[in-house]
């Protein structure tokens, strides 16, 4: 596939290799804070229950790793 993709934008293989390696690990940091921060959303909701203040003092704010 990223040969192909290579060829199409008449880049070198292995520069596209390099560039793909660095988004991986930039996407994978990015994916694993937010997924983090959700999971702590959800179990803050399973804390609170049916408790409706609990519920609403909930406020998600989503942050990135820099």
Do not use: F, H, K, W
């Not at 040969?3 to 560039?19: E, Q």
């Not at 959303?41 to 704010?61: F, K, Q, V």
């Amino acid at each position: 596939m990223l040969r192909g993709i290579a060829a199409a934008r008449g880049i070198d293989l292995a520069d596209l290799v390099t560039r793909v390696l660095a988004n991986v690990a930039t996407y994978e940091a990015a994916s694993a804070a937010v997924l983090g921060q959700q999971q702590r959303y959800e179990d803050m909701l399973t804390a609170a229950g049916d408790d409706a203040d609990a519920i609403l003092a909930i406020t998600p704010t989503y942050t990135l790793p820099e």
